[in-house]
C-alpha cells in the first residue's frame, strides 16, 4: 500500500499539471466504468424487488398477481428510476469526452487543453449531472431519516434546509461553469466559494443523516440486548454492514474525499467529483436493495436464537394463547407505505 501512495504523491508533484489532468481523466474513466456497472447491477435489482413486493400485495388485495399501479408513486421506486437516469448520463458524458479529447478537439493533438477547459460543453453537462444526483441523493437520505425514525418531522428539518440551499447553489455552479472564460482555472475565487458550499452542504446533510440514522439502529440493538434473549449477543459484522448501509456513509466518505482535494487545490477533486454519481448511486442502491429484500434485525436474531437452543417461534407463545379465528374484512381503502425493516425486532419478538 505504501508504495502505491508514494507513487500517487510523485505524481501529483510533477510541476507539468497538464500531464496530471490526462491521466486522472483516463483513471476517472476506468474507475467511473466500474462503479457504473455495479450501479446497474444493483439498480436492477433494486428495481426487481420493488416490483416484486407491490406485484405480490396486489395479488394478495385483489386475488390475482399482477403489477400495481401503485408502484409507481412508491418514492424508492421513483428514487431508483431517476438515479439510474442521472448517473447513466453522466457515465456517457464522460465517455463522450474521451473520444472529444482524444478524436475530435483539434484532431486530438491536445487533450490537456480540453481536459483543462471548464467551460467546454461536456464539462458543463457532466456537472449539471453531478449536481443532480447529489440532489437525489440527499432527499433520499432526508426519506430514510423520517422513515427510520417512525416519521417524526422535526428531525428532517435541518437536512431539508441543507438540500433546498444546496440546490440554489448547485444551479448556481453549473451557471458559473458555462461562463468560464477560455483558460481559466476551476479553482478562481468566484466558483471556489460556491463550490466548497455547496460541498459543505450535502456533507453536512450526510454526516448528520449518517450519525443520526447510525445512532437510531445502535440504540434499538442496545435496547435488544437487555432482553435476555438477546443478552449474549454482540455487535456483529453483519450489524455493522446493515448501519453503513442504512447510513449511506459511502456517500457521506466520498464526499468528504471529494471536499478535502478541492481544498487543496489538487487535479484528484476531477476524479472524486465526477465518480460522484456512481458512488451517491451504489450508496442508495444498497439501501433500496436491503428495504426492498425485507432483511432486518430478526433474521439476525434467529440465528442467534438457534445457536442457544431457542426457536424465535417460542417468543411468541403467549401471543398465541387464544385459538385463530376466521375473520371477514372488506376493504375500501388501501394506503401505500413504504415500510423501514431495519427497527422491527423488538415488536416482532414480544
Not at 13 to 33: F, P
Not at 143 to 167: K, S
Not at 171 to 197: D, K
Request: net charge positive.
Amino acid at each position: 500500500m505504501a508504495p502505491i501512495l508514494t507513487g500517487m504523491g510523485e505524481f501529483l508533484e510533477r510541476s507539468d499539471s497538464t500531464v496530471n489532468a490526462v491521466g486522472i481523466n483516463l483513471a476517472l474513466a476506468c474507475a467511473e466504468s466500474v462503479l457504473f456497472g455495479i450501479f446497474l447491477v444493483l439498480a436492477i435489482t433494486s428495481l426487481a424487488v420493488i416490483v416484486g413486493r407491490h406485484t405480490n400485495r396486489s395479488s394478495n388485495y385483489s386475488g390475482h398477481s399482477g403489477p400495481s399501479e401503485r408502484v409507481w408513486k412508491s418514492p424508492l421506486f421513483i428514487a431508483t428510476i431517476v438515479l439510474s437516469m442521472t448517473v447513466t448520463s453522466h457515465w456517457l458524458v464522460t465517455m463522450r469526452r474521451i473520444f472529444d479529447a482524444f478524436l475530435h478537439y483539434e484532431g486530438g493533438r491536445n487533450p490537456m487543453e480540453y481536459y483543462l477547459t471548464v467551460e467546454a460543453p461536456t464539462q458543463v453537462a457532466a456537472t449539471a449531472f453531478v449536481v443532480a444526483s447529489v440532489i437525489v441523493g440527499d432527499v433520499i437520505l432526508t426519506y430514510r431519516i423520517w422513515v427510520v425514525w417512525d416519521r417524526r418531522w422535526t428531525l428532517i428539518v435541518f437536512p431539508t434546509l441543507c438540500t433546498l440551499a444546496y440546490v440554489v447553489l448547485g444551479i448556481s455552479v453549473v451557471q458559473v461553469f458555462a461562463s468560464y472564460s477560455p483558460g481559466e482555472s476551476i479553482f478562481m475565487a468566484v466558483a471556489r466559494l460556491r463550490i466548497v458550499t455547496t460541498a459543505a452542504l450535502t456533507l453536512a446533510t450526510n454526516l448528520y443523516g449518517t450519525g443520526i440514522i447510525a445512532y437510531r439502529i445502535w440504540a434499538s440493538t442496545r435496547s435488544m440486548k437487555h432482553d435476555h434473549a438477546f443478552g449474549a449477543l454482540g455487535l456483529t459484522m453483519t450489524e455493522a454492514l446493515v448501519i453503513f448501509i442504512e447510513s449511506a456513509a459511502f456517500y457521506t466518505f466520498w464526499t468528504l474525499f471529494f471536499l478535502t482535494a478541492f481544498a487543496a487545490n489538487s487535479l484528484l477533486e476531477a476524479f472524486a467529483f465526477h465518480c460522484i454519481p456512481a458512488a451517491t448511486g451504489i450508496s442508495f442502491m444498497l439501501i433500496v436493495v436491503r428495504v426492498g429484500l425485507g432483511f432486518h434485525w430478526s433474521h439476525i436474531a434467529g440465528v442467534a436464537l438457534s445457536f442457544m437452543g431457542r426457536r424465535p417461534s417460542t417468543l411468541r407463545k403467549q401471543a398465541l394463547a387464544y385459538p385463530p379465528r376466521a375473520i371477514t374484512l372488506n376493504v375500501t381503502r388501501t394506503i401505500e407505505q413504504e415500510t423501514d425493516y431495519a427497527l422491527r425486532l423488538r415488536n416482532e419478538a414480544l
